[in-house]
Structures are given as C-alpha cells and as structure tokens.
C-alpha cells in the first residue's frame, strides 16, 4: 500500500516540476519531467488496479 502512496507523490511532484519548467522554457526538463509522470503515473495507477485499494488479503 504504502508504494501506492510514494508512486502517487512522485507523479504529483513531477507534475508540478513539468509545470514550472513550462513557465520557464526549460523544454529538456519538461521532456523529462514529463516522462516521470507518465512512467510513475503508469505504475501508480496498475499498482491500484492489481492490488486494489484497500489492499485485500486474499
């Protein structure tokens, strides 16, 4: 449960890092910002899917 939670706080700060790297023209951190939130977004969103929230203990 609790890799939910890190997946989670990884795309939201990097989200907010592709934003303010907008604001300031700085396209290779968008480039890489942007590929965090959608690996770790990826992996957050299957890790609920997979393992449901709550987890289940079957």
């Known amino acids: 449960m609790g890799l ?3 997946f989670a706080l990884i795309t939201i700060l990097a989200a907010y890092g592709v ?3 907008l ?3 700085n396209f290779l951190a ?3 910002g942007m590929t965090t939130v959608l690996v ?3 992996f957050s969103i299957m890790t609920i899917i997979h393992h449901g929230v709550p987890t289940s203990t079957i």
């Open 4 to 6: 939910v939670f890190i």
């Open 19 to 21: 934003f303010c790297s």
């Open 23 to 25: 604001k300031s023209k």
């Open 30 to 32: 968008v480039f890489w």
């Open 40 to 42: 770790f977004g990826w």
